[in-house]
């Protein structure tokens, strides 16, 4: 067999196993002696190098012999780049033992032990007084929070259902249409505008997450921030859309 390469000091190879159903792609020194190998090996199949038999496949997967001699250099075999060496467990391992982490136990911990703990993130959080434990930080987010409700909620209250309006939105052409609703929603914190668009440039039918909040064409409706929308005499446009 001609195998090339076999001066270079390292070697990528395939690594394979009776435990794993994958295979894993890595680069070893070729002046390894196979028992230095296996335990290098312990980490990628999870097998004992004490209970491993080596097999060597060439790139084309023909089974080239066994790396059974623990004293011998890798490099002494005809390991070549895109050969395969497949490890054999027998330390009566089941295959994909190793990969079903549905029976690694678990850790737990209560609420209240962990609140003991010295080296957590919560409690290197409670010392630096950082995020929800900034008490200054967390009630100035939550007046701010407040007075961008109260402000959205004054906007909302000057546009009545049923008004006629232009929504101006960032980044889009103006859009006219009916106000079909106005307040508070369940997919999103704050004041919405419900808009029945006069053609279909929207992105629902008054519904949103299987809530309707009110009807209208698929399409034709959407829900915009009242700072977005003018109310007043707005006649229908024909975009032409309907002929497309």
């Not at 080596?54 to 070549?80: H, I, R, W």
């Not at 309707?212 to 700072?227: H, T």
């Amino acid at each position: 067999m001609e195998v090339s390469g076999l001066s270079a000091p390292s070697v990528t190879v395939f690594i394979s196993s009776s435990l794993n159903s994958f295979r894993s792609q890595k680069r070893y020194s070729r002046s390894l002696t196979i028992a230095e190998f296996k335990c290098k090996l312990e980490l990628v199949v999870g097998s004992p190098a004490s209970c491993m038999e080596l097999e060597l496949y060439g790139a084309d997967d023909k089974f080239y012999g066994k790396l059974d001699q623990e004293d011998a250099l890798l490099g002494s075999y005809p390991v070549d780049d895109g050969c395969r060496i497949h490890v054999i467990d027998h330390s009566g391992a089941r295959l994909g033992e190793f990969e079903d982490v549905s029976q690694v136990k678990k850790y737990t911990i209560s609420q209240e032990a962990y609140d003991q703990r010295q080296d957590s993130v919560r409690s290197f959080l409670k010392r630096s007084k950082l995020g929800r434990f900034n008490e200054e930080e967390q009630a100035q987010r939550k007046a701010e929070t407040t007075q961008r409700l109260t402000e959205e909620k004054a906007q909302a209250d000057a546009i009545p259902v049923g008004s006629r309006c232009e929504v101006r939105a960032p980044g889009q052409s103006p859009r006219r249409g009916t106000v079909m609703y106005v307040g508070l929603t369940d997919f999103k914190p704050g004041y919405w505008i419900g808009v029945r668009y006069d053609e279909p440039l929207g992105k629902n039918d008054g519904s949103v997450n299987g809530k309707r909040y009110f009807e209208c064409q698929a399409k034709y409706g959407a829900f915009v921030k009242p700072s977005v929308v003018t109310v007043g005499d707005f006649p229908e446009e024909d975009y032409g859309l309907d002929e497309m």
